[in-house]
């Protein structure tokens, strides 16, 4: 009876607060995210935000989105640089550096892989000096690899009676929890102004009034630079792929926006979480709102490649001689990994999709396929700004130092000028390390002389139940890396299954990639100036 008269009384209070709430609305207890900023901005000494001071050569890392498989990809491949050491160097080395994270200017994230560049960037100091077996490496892989969602959605949410209250009576939601949880787990507190100046950190959401990228960053963005030309005085002016809103441009302190508040914008997926709020203290003519609401950063770019060109880009030294961009591209997408059939034919599922999940999962499938499309947009972006990507091209080591001997009228985003005229010892090169390029059927042909007597490569597999070697990858890993989840909740296997792919990845492919191009490279030294005069400042086209 007590046990009755108790759950009656639970159930009279939960009804009389719901329609207390629907009637009243919430309590609201929740401000968007930022403080303004008052005065201008020094261009010279832009406080609170820092300049970004690019070395001769430029390497940089690209985190794509894809949820846990995206977080956990994107450290165990940075934990793999590590265990290289200096073999994987671009350039000569300056007996200083470990290893190739050493030589890393800027990283770019979306979603998922922005818990994994934030906590990186925050220690990278740490991480970087570690060996790859360290305390620090593994605990920095455990964190990418928490249930987040059963956190989150379960255990902080629905075993906790405070939780609920806070839900039904005010305007706390599952956005909230989940950057709060994020900020506990991670980062302790940290603003972007305790990230280091180097490597600059770029965390890519989107803004969903404005329909353009969102960039969070401490370093300090020219939002008006890629802008189309013309695109003074009009209001809401159609926006291009090379476009973006930041910090800067809406005068907020980079101070008052946590790292959590940063990486949990750039992974809402639409439907599982909410918008994150920030202030607009800035201009309304060209992007409106008294407030931002940012979303996962995947719905604009969700390779991270288009801002780390534009910014790479803007602050190259125009006055830069043999100076080299190689960008690395870590992939956790799955989108035609296997091209025999759509996805719903390789899973299985297109007989009866149609009837099935029409509520939720149609739903994000549609947005997965989008966003797949933007992704397709972006490479062909990337194709137009005269950047060498090493998996478009069979050649693509030919093309580094292919010179035409002439300028042409060309987009803020071409690095063709700087090129021809010699700013540039080599074109850019992005060297993409995606689950698509380990299961492709000719991985292991080209790599297997440098995955030869491998003893962690022996164990990796064996952890994953292969027993006959490297020969077979795609049979054994195409419909395995297919199904690892994107919505944090990663199981013992598909750690296994990711750190094997990331060993292949760095110790293969990375790897040869590199040797490639430091053999270019050193060639293109040594080669004579162009005679080639063109303008390479992008700031005057």
Request: net charge neutral.
């Amino acid at each position: 009876m007590r046990l009755r008269s108790y759950l009656a009384a639970v159930a009279v209070g939960l009804v009389i607060v719901g329609a207390a709430r629907a009637y009243f609305g919430p309590v609201h207890t929740g401000v968007p995210v930022g403080r303004c900023l008052r005065g201008d901005i020094d261009l010279d000494d832009p406080k609170p935000f820092v300049k970004t001071d690019l070395p001769a050569t430029i390497v940089a890392i690209a985190a794509s989105g894809g949820g846990s498989r995206a977080a956990y990809l994107s450290a165990a491949v940075l934990r793999e640089i590590r265990r290289a050491g200096p073999d994987l160097l671009l350039g000569p080395a300056d007996g200083k550096a470990r290893s190739l994270l050493d030589q890393v200017a800027a990283i770019s994230s979306v979603s998922g892989g922005s818990l994994a560049a934030a906590y990186f960037t925050l220690n990278s100091e740490k991480l970087k000096a570690a060996d790859a077996g360290a305390r620090d490496w593994t605990t920095y892989l455990d964190d990418m690899a928490i249930e987040y969602r059963k956190r989150q959605w379960y255990g902080a949410a629905g075993l906790n009676p405070l939780a609920w209250a806070r839900s039904l009576t005010t305007d706390y939601n599952r956005g909230v929890l989940a950057r709060d949880d994020y900020d506990a787990t991670l980062f302790s507190g940290a603003t972007l102004t305790q990230l280091p100046a180097s490597p600059a950190l770029y965390i890519n959401a989107f803004d969903v009034a404005n329909h353009v990228r969102f960039v969070l960053s401490r370093s300090y963005i020219d939002t008006t630079f890629f802008q189309p030309t013309g695109w003074w005085g009009k209001l809401a002016a159609p926006q291009t792929l090379a476009s973006e809103n930041d910090l800067a441009f809406n005068r907020i302190d980079p101070s008052s926006v946590r790292l959590a508040d940063a990486v949990y914008a750039s992974s809402a997926f639409p439907m599982a979480y909410p918008n994150l709020p920030l202030k607009h203290c800035g201009s309304k003519i060209l992007f409106q709102g008294s407030q931002i609401f940012l979303a996962d950063g995947a719905l604009a770019d969700n390779s991270g490649l288009v801002t780390l060109l534009t910014e790479l880009r803007a602050d190259l030294d125009p006055d830069a001689k043999r100076s080299t961009v190689t960008i690395i591209a870590i992939d956790a997408s799955v989108d035609r990994i296997d091209a025999n059939g759509t996805k719903f034919q390789q899973t299985g599922i297109e007989d009866r999709y149609a009837w099935e999940g029409t509520v939720f999962h149609h739903a994000a499938e549609s947005i997965f396929g989008a966003v797949a499309l933007l992704q397709d947009l972006g490479w062909k972006f990337i194709e137009s700004s005269d950047t060498v990507t090493d998996q478009l091209s069979l050649n693509w080591s030919q093309e580094l130092t292919h010179r035409t001997g002439a300028c042409e009228p060309s987009s803020k985003t071409s690095w063709k000028n700087s090129f021809e005229s010699g700013a540039l010892a080599m074109r850019p090169l992005i060297i993409r390390l995606g689950l698509r390029d380990v299961v492709n059927p000719d991985f292991a042909s080209t790599y297997s002389d440098r995955l030869q007597n491998r003893p962690e490569l022996t164990a990796l597999l064996a952890e994953n139940g292969i027993d006959d070697g490297t020969s077979s990858l795609s049979r054994h890993l195409s419909k395995r890396l297919q199904n690892i989840p994107t919505d944090f909740m990663l199981t013992a296997a598909d750690r296994k299954l990711l750190d094997l792919t990331a060993f292949l990845l760095v110790h293969g492919k990375l790897a040869g990639d590199v040797a490639q191009w430091n053999t270019v490279r050193d060639i293109a030294i040594k080669t004579p100036m162009p005679t080639t005069t063109c303008n390479t400042s992008p700031r005057s086209h």
